[in-house]
């Protein structure tokens, strides 16, 4: 299926992004993990995704996450991601550095649900 056919490009950057931070990778064993260094990883995409998704639907004037989803979803639901975000802040110690950003997220989702 060719996504450029039935998305626009600004929906597939955005899954794009989420798919690169919630894909499971299967890494070597003898590869040491650093867990940490992942998850830091998977927040700054998720935020320029969240940061995409929030101008989009600002700009489209979309309103729910349902709406978003069922004209732009191809791999993961909006909500679900968003809140993946907000725990990897919170597992992570984070809250205090993102308390700004977690208050955007809040506010998107209290208005979208």
């Known amino acids: 299926m ?3 056919n ?3 490009r600004e929906s597939i950057d955005i899954d794009k992004l989420v798919y690169l931070a919630l894909h499971y990778r299967a890494i070597p064993i003898w590869i040491k993990r650093d867990r ?5 990883i998977m927040i700054s ?11 989009k639907c600002e700009k489209e004037g979309i309103s729910s996450f349902n709406e978003y989803d069922s004209k732009y979803k191809i ?3 909006s909500k679900e991601w968003i809140k993946k975000l907000e725990e ?3 597992e ?3 809250e205090y550095e993102y308390e700004e950003f977690l208050k955007k997220i809040n506010k998107t989702i209290s208005k979208f649900s």
Request: glycine fraction near 4%; charge should be negative; hydrophobic fraction near 40%.
């Open 2 to 4: 060719l996504y450029n």
């Open 45 to 55: 995409y998720l935020i320029e995704a969240y940061e995409m998704f929030s101008s």
């Open 36 to 40: 940490f260094e992942e998850e830091m």
């Open 6 to 8: 039935i998305f626009d």
């Open 75 to 77: 791999h993961y639901r």
């Open 92 to 94: 992570n110690g984070l």
């Open 88 to 90: 990897l802040i919170d």
